[in-house]
């Protein structure tokens, strides 16, 4: 079993719709929880950070961490043409070593 | 402030041979990483350089070393190149520790053939 693992896709929305984006993991010791989005010929750029449980929100963007049920989510409402990616799910365990998703590949069509 | 720089953008090499790829972490990162990326397998950590000393290995070959110089700047080498080893290779800048991410590169585009 992966250590984390992320549904690949592709997913394609419509302009303006919300979008959701999970990763389940399996090690209940990481702490430190990321989303990335990766653009065509692009590194990953951190989009949004969370430690421990609860939500974060940033604008359009709102991450979910769910450490009972080893599960976290990134929601992206009014979705965007410019949302148009790969998101990468993160994780950070106590050595300091990231855990990521394969990536999920989003459209959102205009 | 400037980003994480990795040179080439990309190579293309053949089989057999070894390659050198370099990344320049943000100016007061100290920790670098490396990973591979490929369609099938995703991100894989290849290991990461703190104060010129390797901190953290992942699980590849020998064939892939690398180093990180006092100034922070990395290196990484991949010897006898194989065709499984094109890839896009990433390098990741963090403070100390990782708690509030990385910031990556653009990447090397390393083509095997």
């Known amino acids: 079993q992966k250590e984390v693992e992320q549904d690949p896709g592709p997913l394609s929305v419509p302009e303006g719709a919300i979008v959701s984006l999970n990763c389940t993991y399996s090690?209940?010791?990481?702490?430190?929880f990321m989303w990335y989005r990766q653009y065509s010929r692009k590194g990953p750029e951190l989009l949004m950070y969370?430690?421990?449980?609860g939500n974060k929100e940033d604008g359009r963007f709102t991450a979910q961490v769910d450490k009972s049920s080893k599960y976290i989510s990134l929601f992206i409402r009014d979705s965007q043409p410019s949302d148009s990616a790969t998101y990468l799910c993160a994780m950070l365990d106590t050595g300091n070593q990231f855990y990521f998703g394969t990536g999920t590949s989003l459209t959102v069509i205009p | 402030k400037a980003g994480v720089t990795q040179t080439p953008r990309y190579l293309i090499k053949t089989r057999g041979q070894q390659v050198t790829l370099s990344c320049s972490p943000i100016?007061?990162?100290?920790?670098v990483s490396w990973y591979q990326q490929t369609p099938g397998q995703g991100l894989q950590f290849l290991f990461e350089y703190f104060s010129e000393t390797q901190r953290n290995k992942g699980n590849f070959p020998g064939r892939f070393s690398g180093r990180q110089f006092s100034n922070s700047r990395s290196e990484m080498n991949v010897s006898t190149l194989e065709l499984g080893d094109s890839a896009l290779y990433l390098c990741a800048s963090s403070l100390e520790n990782a708690n509030y991410g990385y910031t990556f590169g653009s990447g090397t585009r390393l083509t095997v053939v």
């Open positions: 090690n209940s010791a990481f702490q430190y």
């Open positions: 100016s007061g990162h100290r920790s």
């Open positions: 969370t430690y421990s449980s």
